[in-house]
Nanobody
Framework: QVQLVESGGGLVQAGGSLRLSCAAS????????MGWYRQAPGKQRELVATITSSSSTNYADSVKGRFTISRDNAKNTLYLQMNSLKPEDTGVYTC??????????????WGQGTQVTVSS
């Protein structure tokens, strides 16, 4: 029903910047929130940032002041601007969408992920 495709990952030196994109397609009646998650090598997946339907945002403490989550509703795209990148930011970044149907049924979708590697 809903497809999420991430892009924008790559290799960057510490202190550099990347902007990740998550393009949503398919039938979406409504969205409660969208977010970015990441999984570093040898670690569990963790929440990086979220944005709600009312545009309120939340960030993991480790990325506050460096990352910015945003969305473009007209383009059905979620973004994550990542500045001042650190080697600890390395991981697979995955887009998430928390949606609801006309009947208020909730569905959660995940993208495939995009690799971000920050070298020292």
């Amino acid at each position: 029903q809903v497809q999420l495709v991430e892009s924008g990952g790559g290799l960057v030196q510490a202190g550099g910047s990347l902007r990740l994109s998550c393009a949503a397609s398919g039938s979406i009646f409504g969205i409660n929130a969208m977010g970015w998650y990441r999984q570093a090598p040898g670690k569990q997946r963790e929440l990086v940032a979220t944005i709600t339907s009312s545009s309120s945002t939340n960030y993991a403490d480790s990325v506050k002041g460096r990352f910015t989550i945003s969305r473009d509703n007209a383009k059905n795209t979620l973004y994550l601007q990542m500045n001042s990148l650190k080697p600890e930011d390395t991981g697979v970044y995955t887009c998430n969408a928390d949606t609801f149907s006309a009947a208020r049924a909730r569905s959660v979708y995940w993208g495939q992920g995009t690799q971000v590697t920050v070298s020292s």
